[in-house]
């Protein structure tokens, strides 16, 4: 997943010989192609317009549900349950990670179990979790947290396992205790990775927890607000959350992840922005 | 180091009968419902019954023709606009600002929309499946492309390499490890997409479909047993086709993976 074009780099595109004016432009090209030919689409009357809403109702709705309160609640619950169940994964991920990448013990004790379990899709484990902890908050937090603990466990597991041996053995010659040695050299030495890991994780919760609102029936939430303008033929509604559910994601690669990796890594120089 | 290496296998051997002991002693113990909390064997006897009977097969055919015809036209698109991108200037200012805005929705996102536009059924589970495996099919081949190493073009070029020598010769086996890491991950993607969406479009056949059925039922037995079928299957593709495709490209260009996901 390393391979991966990230959005910074696709940003970051060299512009070429031209401004920013010029960029702005361009980028915005495409959307004024694919909006109008939505328009000419819908308002040609091709498809029924409760299926093929024209974009003017759905910004519409869009303002109606944020003015009312109604969107921002739906916003609200969905981002509450993505931190409650991504912290949870982070904390067990890492630990879980951290101590496979120490102790050879551990690691052949848990590997195998985790291997096994890894490349199942989360989402199958829904109705099981459903049934077991009822419909609602319990069983979303706790399948977003399995999903995106797999992630995180095999990038702390990697990046302590690639922490160099010179540097611990250089800080066990210089006197560290272990407390240090895992303070100084193994944890920023590991961070990369585990950094790496928390974002392919909160990629993952992301991606399953609006599958996981529309299936667990909570009262609110993103997922749920689609699935259930389904019932009414509200396309505006569905659309305008999926509008929503865009920015977010786009939202937290900016501004939660990119940040802290030029705060930690980069500053220290261990990775080039 | 052969010591070693069977003390680890005894080690993971031993975590797996610890934890179906534990499972067992839970199961058992009258804490939970047998209906919610089925003791191995009945999972396994469960899982056989389903595989005698065929339908366990039946399932899993469904949710594997979804998906390769779901990853197909993604990689049928994806590939071919991921190298015109990269070679073409207009089409990347044209197809990255789209990407870019469709690649953070989350596949499974759209199935309400799709099932109002398309109603119940394959095309909705096909469709989700492409949305899900074109993005990671794109953008790899697009910065495999990108990657492959100026030099060799222009070396190529004095040699007197045609446009299409080029292409096959140079451009594609210089991107070809960008491309087989897109096809794993559109496929993985995939792989989760399907589940989620035959679960959402309920179509009476498929593996996704018989977890969420079972659960009207209280059949955790059935779930179980899917959700190993579907381990199994998501394994094999992950390990043998996959991992085997991807060796002989880390051997073969000395590249590593940083990270898994």
Do not use: C
């Not at chain 1, 977003?144 to 010179?166: E, H, L, M, Q, R």
């Not at chain 2, 990657?147 to 045609?162: S, T, Y």
């Amino acid at each position: 997943m390393a391979q991966v074009a990230e959005l910074s780099e696709i940003a970051a595109q060299p512009a070429g010989e031209t401004g920013p004016v010029w960029r702005a432009l361009r980028n915005i090209f495409p959307f004024i192609v694919t909006g109008g030919a939505w328009e000419t689409a819908a308002h040609l009357g091709l498809f029924p317009a409760k299926f093929f809403p024209p974009l003017e109702t759905v910004a519409a709705t869009f303002m109606r549900l944020t003015i009312s309160g109604v969107l921002p609640h739906h916003v609200l619950d969905t981002l509450l349950r993505l931190i409650a169940g991504f912290a949870l994964a982070a904390i067990i991920g890492v630990g879980i990670g951290v101590a496979m990448g120490r102790s050879r013990r551990v690691e052949d004790y848990l590997l195998p179990l985790i291997s096994v379990a890894a490349p199942i899709p989360g989402l199958a484990y829904t109705p099981l979790f459903l049934l077991w902890f009822g419909p609602g908050n319990v069983p979303s937090i706790l399948l977003v947290a399995f999903v995106s603990t797999f992630p995180i466990i095999y990038n702390a597991w990697t990046g302590v396992k690639a922490v160099k041996d010179i540097w611990v053995r250089a800080a066990h010659a210089m006197g560290a205790d272990d407390r240090r040695l895992f303070r100084h050299v193994i944890l920023p030495g590991a961070l990369p990775y585990v950094l790496t890991g928390l974002r392919l994780g909160l990629a993952q919760a992301w991606r399953i927890l609006v599958a996981v609102e529309m299936l667990a029936a909570v009262p609110w939430g993103l997922g749920w607000m689609i699935f259930g303008a389904q019932e009414f033929l509200n396309t505006d509604v569905m659309l305008s959350g999926i509008a929503v559910i865009a920015l977010i994601g786009v939202g937290l690669e900016k501004l939660v992840f990119q940040p802290l990796e030029n705060f930690t890594v980069v500053r220290w120089g261990m990775v080039t922005s | 180091m052969t010591a070693e290496r069977s003390r680890s296998l005894r080690r993971g051997f031993t975590s797996f009968i610890v934890l179906a002991a534990f499972y067992e002693l839970v199961a058992h113990s009258g804490f939970v419902k047998p209906a919610l909390m089925p003791p191995l064997g009945t999972i396994a006897q469960t899982l056989g019954g389903m595989l005698a009977d065929g339908s366990m097969f039946g399932h899993a055919a469904a949710t594997l023709a979804r998906v390769l015809i779901g990853f197909g036209l993604a990689v049928a698109v994806g590939l071919p606009l991921g190298v015109l991108m990269a070679r073409l200037r207009p089409v990347e200012h044209f197809v990255l600002p789209l990407a870019s805005a469709l690649m953070p929705i989350p596949s499974l996102a759209w199935v309400p929309v799709f099932i109002l536009w398309f109603g119940l059924g394959d095309t909705v589970t096909v469709l989700i499946v492409f949305y899900a495996a074109l993005f990671p099919m794109l953008l790899n081949t697009w910065s495999g492309v990108r990657a492959v190493n100026p030099i060799w073009l222009r070396a190529a070029g004095a040699m007197g390499a045609d446009e299409r020598r080029l292409f096959w010769k140079v451009i594609i086996p210089g991107a070809s490890p960008f491309i087989i890491a897109g096809l794993r991950q559109s496929f993985l993607r995939s792989w989760i997409a399907v589940i989620g969406a035959e679960m959402l479009a309920a179509s009476n056949w498929g593996l996704g479909w018989v977890i969420f059925d079972a659960q009207q039922f209280l059949n955790a037995d059935v779930m179980m047993a899917s959700i190993l079928v579907i381990g199994l299957i998501g394994f094999a593709a992950e390990r043998l086709v996959f991992g085997s495709i991807e060796r002989a490209t880390i051997y073969r260009w000395g590249m590593a993976r940083m990270a898994k996901g």
